[in-house]
């Protein structure tokens, strides 16, 4: 169905752009394809911008403080810049976007496929409501595609209540019993104080992920990350080339106003804390004894993250409060390899080990062994065809709301230079994906 604010003619089945996704990155797209007067239809398998509201649990707030949710003309409008807004919060300031940008949208629609028959030909985007065509396609379908749970978890008795990290609300929708969350994310450990915070006893299993300060030196750890110009860094300039888009996030929380996650706080206070889970077989959970490293890991990177601060602070002679060191509240003693389901008295899994891409619908020579689209700043090596709003697709913020206008901005112009030089854009677009699969970097 059409949005209701939508400019949609259902009688035109060809455009010159089709977006697939009406999340923020699709939006923010049409905001400039809009100013160029280019014409194109958002197609959304559900309701526009829902990821925030049905992906997300109740007491979610964001991790980035409020001053970076930067849409296309439509920044952050409330008193609280340095603050995180919780979900309602978030979802009360999209629906002011979504309004604001009256996306020609047509929503409860799924795209199923998207195939060019032959070199230069319209583009064929069939959905479940038939066929549509366009002269170049965007895929804005989000980075979070199919949730990612191991084959073990067949194993598990059906007794247990397994849920992924996109689809955990609130612990009251657990039974009760111990509760174990695999995975230290940013969503796994998240997860994990909401359920300790309930009074719930926690099994977690913690993996590589790295952490940071949510405050330093008298600041938001991002807010000196922005100073520092971390966040205008295009991939191409990371110290890790493309493979920081396999990095998981620093776990930290904007909730109750910001602060550290700190596990060794947590198992002081009675969370049971163990190494990567690695299966499940004759009714017991099995580990990996690599809980010590990774919690040493983790403040490694976070006492790294505070020096570079600190070098900053230096090398700009800013006036900032004293520097203070992180001391580990709490060590293992042992290293539990081995968790009996009926002595542990769990009840739940919760799945927070992330999401595979889901980019099957989308048939084109343009997709690396492990399914990730290869491009270069969103444009493909086929002419015609872009990805969007993926984690680190440009910059660090590519996949969040402070960078997703910059990174639709610069598609809009390559979408446009297309149309004036279709043979043209695409040989540029095809250079440019060549060197970046043949950087050995
Ligand atoms: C747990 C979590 C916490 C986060 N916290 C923050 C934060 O604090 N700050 C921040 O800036 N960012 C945060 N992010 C990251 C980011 O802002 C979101 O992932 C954001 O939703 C990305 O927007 P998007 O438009 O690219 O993708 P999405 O919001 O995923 O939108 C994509 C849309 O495409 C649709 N779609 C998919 N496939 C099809 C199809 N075949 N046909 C039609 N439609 C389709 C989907 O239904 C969806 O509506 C977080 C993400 C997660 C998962």
Redesign the pocket.
């Known amino acids: 169905m059409p949005t209701p604010s939508s400019t949609f003619d259902p009688a035109v089945r060809h455009y010159s752009v089709i977006i697939?996704?009406?999340?923020?990155?699709?939006l923010s797209l049409s905001v400039y394809l809009q100013q160029r007067r280019i014409d194109h239809l958002v197609?959304?398998?559900?309701k526009?911008?829902?990821?925030?509201n049905d992906?997300?649990w109740d007491a979610?707030s964001?991790?980035?403080p409020n001053w970076?949710?930067n849409l296309p003309d439509w920044p952050y409008r409330g008193d609280d810049p340095h603050g995180f807004m919780v979900k309602d919060e978030i979802n009360a300031w999209l629906a002011g976007f979504v309004e604001q940008v009256r996306a020609p949208a047509l929503e409860m629609?799924?795209?199923?496929r998207v195939s060019q028959p032959e070199l230069q030909a319209p583009w064929q985007v069939e959905t479940s409501r038939g066929l549509y065509t366009a002269d170049q396609v965007v895929v804005?379908?989000?980075?979070?595609h199919v949730p990612m749970v191991p084959r073990y978890a067949e194993r598990l008795p059906a007794t247990v209540t397994q849920v992924h990290?996109a689809d955990y609300r609130n612990p009251a929708q657990l039974p009760e019993g111990g509760v174990l969350v695999v995975g230290s994310g940013?969503?796994g450990a998240q997860i994990a104080e909401d359920l300790h915070l309930a009074g719930r006893q926690v099994h977690l299993a913690v993996g590589n992920a790295p952490r940071c300060a949510r405050f330093y030196r008298g600041k938001d750890v991002v807010d000196w990350l922005a100073d520092m110009g971390y966040y205008d860094m295009p991939v191409t300039a990371h110290p890790l080339r493309e493979g920081v888009r396999d990095n998981t996030n620093h776990y930290v929380t904007?909730r109750d106003g910001g602060r550290d996650i700190d596990l060794r706080q947590f198992a002081k206070d009675g969370m049971a804390l163990y190494g990567v889970l690695s299966g499940y077989d004759d009714g017991a959970f099995t580990f990996r004894p690599d809980l010590a490293r990774h919690l040493d890991d983790a403040d490694r990177i976070y006492n790294g993250i505070n020096a570079s601060i600190d070098k900053f602070i230096a090398a700009q002679g800013l006036d900032a409060p004293a520097a203070t060191a992180y001391e580990a509240v709490w060590q293992p003693a042992t290293e539990h390899t081995t968790l009996g389901l009926a002595e542990s008295g769990i009840t739940s899994v919760i799945w927070c080990i992330g999401f595979m891409p889901g980019f099957s619908?989308v048939d084109a020579p343009v997709f690396t062994g492990r399914g990730h689209p290869v491009h270069l700043r969103g444009v493909t090596g086929v002419g015609g065809l872009y990805f969007?709003?993926l984690p680190w697709l440009h910059t660090w913020g590519s996949?969040?709301?402070?960078g997703?206008a910059g990174d639709a901005q610069y598609l809009a112009e390559q979408i446009e230079q297309f149309r004036l030089k279709p043979a043209s854009g695409r040989a540029l677009a095809a250079d440019a994906c060549h060197e970046e699969a043949m950087d050995p970097a």
Do not use: D, M, P
């Not at 197609?43 to 559900?46: A, D, T, V």
């Not at 996949?399 to 402070?402: D, K, L, P, T, V």
């Open positions: 697939v996704g009406g999340g923020q990155a699709g197609i959304e398998k559900n526009l911008v829902h990821t925030w992906q997300r979610f964001l991790v980035t970076q949710c629609t799924e795209v199923q804005a379908s989000g980075g979070y990290s940013q969503s904007g619908f969007l709003g996949g969040r709301f402070s997703i």
